[in-house]
C-alpha cells in the first residue's frame, strides 16, 4: 500500500489531503527507521486518531512528522530533525504538550523558535 492510500485510509475525515513534500517524508520515515506503511500505522496511537479528528490538519506530511515526534521526541530530534528547519507553529508546539512531550527544551536544544 502506498503511503497516500494509507493515509487517505487511515484519515478518511481529512479533506483534501496534501503532501507537500513526498521525497523529504520519505526520507524521514527512513531517518527515523520506518520502511512500511505497517511500522508507521504501528506508531498510530487512538488518541492521536481522535486529536485529529477535533482539528483541521491537512497537511500529511505535518501529520507524519506529528506521529513521529508524539512516538519518540528523543529519536526524532537527534535523526531526523533538519536544523534548517528552525521553526514551529504554535498549534504542533501545543500538540506535543498535550502528549506530554517536553517540546520547550526539544525548541531550546535546537534553537527552533516557535511562532
Do not use: H
Not at 84 to 90: A, G, V
Amino acid at each position: 500500500m502506498s503511503l497516500e492510500r494509507y493515509m487517505a485510509w487511515k484519515f478518511p475525515n481529512i479533506s483534501p489531503q496534501i503532501f507537500r513534500d513526498m521525497d523529504l517524508i520519505l526520507k524521514e520515515l527512513k531517518l527515523f527507521g520506518l520502511n512500511t506503511v505497517k511500522e508507521l500505522d504501528q506508531l498510530v496511537t487512538l488518541d492521536f486518531e481522535k486529536e485529529l479528528q477535533n482539528t483541521e490538519w491537512r497537511s500529511l506530511d505535518g501529520i507524519i512528522r506529528n506521529i513521529l515526534i508524539i512516538q519518540d521526541a528523543d529519536k526524532y530530534f537527534t535523526k531526523v530533525w533538519n536544523p534548517s528547519m528552525n521553526q514551529m507553529n504554535k498549534k504542533n508546539f501545543k500538540l506535543y504538550q498535550k502528549f506530554n512531550i517536553d517540546i520547550q527544551s526539544f525548541c531550546e536544544k535546537n534553537n527552533i523558535c516557535v511562532i
